[in-house]
T-cell receptor
Framework: DSGVTQTPKHLITATGQRVTLRCSPR?????VYWYQQSLDQGLQFLIQ???????AKGNILERFSAQQFPDLHSELNLSSLELGDSALYFC??????????????FGPGTRLLVL | QKEVEQDPGPLSVPEGAIVSLNCTYS??????FMWYRQYSRKGPELLMY????GNKEDGRFTAQVDKSSKYISLFIRDSQPSDSATYLC????????????FGTGTRLQVFP
């Protein structure tokens, strides 16, 4: 158990809908990362937050947004969902967000299925 | 061309075999190299972490980085059925804003 929690574990929704994925980092970790994992693209970095502020952005679609709250939990919002958004979404956390010098600990993921 | 290339496998070996997993990369700025193990329907867990070139050993696992060839390897000795998983290489540069780039993963199956 990495100490990172994600809810829900599974989500089934329809195209055009909006969903929110939630992540609680390990105790004491200030940085949260969101990743998308699909069969054809592998694990893709979406966005990073450090202590409530956006620190780095990857290939995150404009339909997706995220935020990190004062208690350090983070939410990833996915809107106008398309079939191609079906994937595993992982959250990871690290102590200070100091890039490669730190280990990222991954949560169990949320499996999203868009029908 | 992807920044990180990894053979997806699957790689099937008998119990006790030595397993070699590899990744190549194109970005010479990468400084930190990691191997993650991902069991089915689970999140990736960090196995090995290496900075710059060289070898690192941890139990049955050895990670090697050859920056001159832009090539990294993970060796698993005395492989066990419990090692059956997908192995992801990952790497990044030195900046705090550099993102972690993952390979697509190699699926390993160790049969008894």
């Amino acid at each position: 158990d990495s100490g990172v929690t994600q809810t829900p574990k599974h989500l089934i929704t329809a195209t055009g809908q909006r969903v929110t994925l939630r992540c609680s980092p390990r105790s004491g970790d200030l940085s949260v990362y969101w990743y998308q994992q699909s069969l054809d693209q592998g694990l893709q970095f979406l966005i990073q937050y450090y202590n409530g502020e956006e620190r780095a952005k990857g290939n995150i679609l404009e339909r997706f947004s995220a935020q990190q709250f004062p208690d350090l939990h983070s939410e990833l919002n996915l809107s106008s969902l398309e079939l191609g958004d079906s994937a595993l979404y992982f959250c990871a956390s690290s102590p200070r967000g100091a890039g490669g010098r730190e280990t990222q600990y991954f949560g169990p993921g949320t499996r999203l299925l868009v029908l | 061309q992807k920044e990180v290339e990894q053979d997806p496998g699957p790689l099937s070996v008998p119990e006790g075999a030595i397993v070699s997993l590899n990744c190549t990369y194109s970005n010479s700025a990468f400084q930190y190299f990691m191997w993650y193990r991902q069991y089915s329907r689970k999140g990736p867990e960090l196995l090995m972490y290496t900075y710059s070139s060289g070898n690192k050993e941890d139990g049955r696992f050895t990670a090697q980085v050859d920056k001159s060839s832009k090539y990294i390897s993970l060796f698993i000795r005395d492989s066990q059925p419990s090692d059956s998983a997908t192995y992801l290489c990952a790497m990044k540069g030195a900046s705090n804003t550099d993102k972690l780039i993952f390979g697509t993963g190699t699926r390993l199956q160790v049969f008894p």
